[in-house]
């Protein structure tokens, strides 16, 4: 299921971007959306080397991670179960996590703090069982987005990524420096307070000077919106036909616009936006649009 792949980069025909680019990581599977399938690429691997076949995990009720994990499980034939923060729903995330079979823990707000203890109290005894952290957090999970610089076509001056824990951008710092790429990376916080993530970024991998965090384009907090970034959406999706999420694609190219009105990028200036994918997640707002 993990095997190599490359998805594809294209252009993107958003004025007055010239030398706009896209990562289409969207595309990979719709279930097994974006930076998910690439976080959990070498968290299963080492699951089943470690002979584990029961993954058990973390999420809210709208997570991307849930629903990929749910379906990534299925497909490679391992049992999932998940801890749901909050009191039992159900949505069109969560249905689809029943659907492929995941098992669902809703968990109080209160409990839920308190991950690895809730894991022992359910599965000390599971010899099977697998911790994973909410949203796939993991050095492995960086591994898996390192790859993603590996399989780009061309040399960009900027990078974009959006950010809940920022494994994502600390898979991708990694990957340039590795390859010794001067590309600047920006992540966007897809969080309020987000400056946290510089921590959580150079706990993987050294902080250099290609990173740049925005903490500024949380628009209220995380799965917020503000009528200003509802606009923003339907304009952006409307011009160049792809479709971007609220949580997180949609404010990182925000961003992107933002710093190219302010004068910080430039026309010139060859700019790669990664699209994680997590489209689904647009279901819980379907009444802002
Ligand atoms: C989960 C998710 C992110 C956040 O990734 P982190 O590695 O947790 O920072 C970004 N974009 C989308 C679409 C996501 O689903």
Redesign the pocket.
Known sequence: MFEKLNSPVEQLNYAPFSNLFVKRD?LIDPFI????WR?LKYILAKATAANKNHLVTFGGAY???LV?TAAAAARTGLKATAFVRGEAVNNEMLMLCRLFGMELIFTDRESYRSKKELYGNYFADDPEAYFIDE???SPE??IG?AEIIQELPARYDHIF???????????LLAGIQKHELDTNLH?VS?LKGGSF?MD?ISSITPASAHLHLHTEYHFGGYAKTTPDLIYFIKNFTGQTGLLI?P???AK?FYAITDLRQKGILHQDDKILAI?????L?MFGMKDKF
């Not at 990524?161 to 898979?171: D, L, S």
């Not at 699209?275 to 489209?279: A, D, M, Q, R």
């Open positions: 969207d959306s974006g930076n998910k976080k997570s991307n991670h990929a949203g796939g957090a999970a960086a987005c990524c959006a950010a809940g824990t920022g494994t994502t951008a600390a898979g992540v897809a993530l959580e999420d949580v997180y694609t990182m699209h994680t994918g997590g489209l997640g």
